[in-house]
């Protein structure tokens, strides 16, 4: 529907398990981007790819882990979570860092 | 951190009322954008400001950019219960376009 798909859309993991969050753009933008969403907190910017290479890792701890294979893939792998990471992780694209971001729907994640 | 001041948190109103929403800056603006989200939704991209006291509407929704390019508002003219959600502003800053906290709207019916 937007051009941006978000797998699995739902995951609960356990704190010691491994999981991988899966986001890809078919709109041919040069940027991807992955934000959490807590009930708590605004939209925070975790890591930004732009031309598949990383720009920016805004202090992110190490048990997230961004991979960009390419320009219409981005993964976020997960290791290690605190029940404090439960949140909404939305993958967005745009055709460069100061367009319009278009979001993924998100994968509601629970850590238990 | 934040690097913009988006009020009110929340905001609910009576359907056909109105309501606005106001993002502010302590800095220059180069431009920026607004955002709804529905409940159980991702953000979809409104609109996107860049000219000094540029005013663009859509429908019921007209959005401002002040003069100095410090504030932007979002007002929607009787709202309709179609119009819950939050509202984010989001700003260019340090490389890449950072959110504002949100408003969330609520409208009964």
């Known amino acids: 529907e937007t051009g941006v798909t978000q797998t699995p859309r739902h995951l609960v993991m356990g704190m010691t398990n491994k999981k991988s969050l899966k986001c890809e753009q078919h709109?041919?933008?040069?940027?991807m981007y992955w934000y959490k969403q807590s009930a708590k907190k605004p939209l925070e910017l975790m890591f930004v790819y732009s031309l598949e290479e990383r720009v920016e890792n805004n202090s992110v701890p190490s048990r997230f882990s961004p991979e960009c294979p390419n320009s219409s893939h981005l993964f976020l792998h997960l290791h290690t979570l605190q029940p404090e990471d439960s949140a909404l992780y939305l993958c967005a694209s745009s055709q460069d860092r100061k367009r319009e971001a278009f979001f993924g729907q998100g994968t509601r994640l629970t850590v238990v | 951190g934040q690097q913009v001041m988006q009020i009110p948190q929340y905001q609910h109103v009576q359907e056909g009322e109105d309501f606005t929403t106001y993002c502010n800056s302590s800095?220059?603006?180069?431009?920026i954008q607004w955002y709804k989200q529905r409940p159980g939704g991702h953000p979809v991209f409104l609109i996107q400001?860049?000219?000094?006291?540029e005013v663009k509407k859509q429908k019921r929704l007209t959005f401002q950019f002040g003069e100095a390019k410090k504030n932007s508002s979002l007002h929607i003219t009787a709202t309709q219960t179609t119009d819950v959600g939050t509202y984010f502003c989001?700003?260019?800053?340090?490389?890449?376009?950072?959110f504002g906290a949100g408003t969330r709207l609520t409208v009964k019916p």
């Open positions: 800095t220059t603006l180069s431009n």
């Open positions: 400001l860049v000219k000094s006291g």
């Open positions: 989001a700003v260019y800053n340090n490389n890449d376009m950072r």
């Open positions: 709109l041919g933008h040069n940027a």
